[in-house]
């Protein structure tokens, strides 16, 4: 059984940085994919990053270049730096995981097996 347990959300102001957090538990060392997204009230889910195992990245268009994922294979931990951030990102996001095969883009991630309850982002002017 997997489990995903997300930390690090939180208030900040625009510009600040959030570093969130998600402990994994059940997944095998190699042959996963992991990634975060996010879904703000009214509005679809959106993919925000994702990494395979092997260490392959994507990320949405709307954070590149402010937002970094990265894992921590012997803490079983994967993270989302989020710098520079704007109240559009303004969110409730997900940590999501599949085991192989999987693919770690925008698209795939949304349909992920396993995912964690959520942690809230919220970005002020």
């Known amino acids: 059984q997997v489990q995903l347990v997300e930390s690090g959300g939180g208030s900040v102001q625009a510009g600040g940085s959030l570093r969130l957090s998600c402990i994994a538990s059940g997944l095998i060392a190699s042959g996963y994919c992991m990634a975060w997204f996010r879904q703000a009230p009214g509005k679809e889910r959106e993919g925000v990053a994702a990494?395979?195992?092997?260490?392959?990245?994507s990320y949405a268009d709307s954070v590149k270049g402010r937002f970094t994922i990265s894992q921590d294979k012997a803490k079983n931990t994967l993270y989302l730096q989020m710098n520079s951030l704007k109240p559009e990102d303004t969110a409730q996001y997900y940590c999501a995981a599949d085991r192989e095969p999987c693919s770690p883009s925008m698209d795939y991630s949304l349909y992920y097996k396993y995912r964690g309850q959520g942690t809230q982002v919220t970005v002020s002017s």
């Open positions: 990494i395979h195992s092997f260490g392959t990245t």
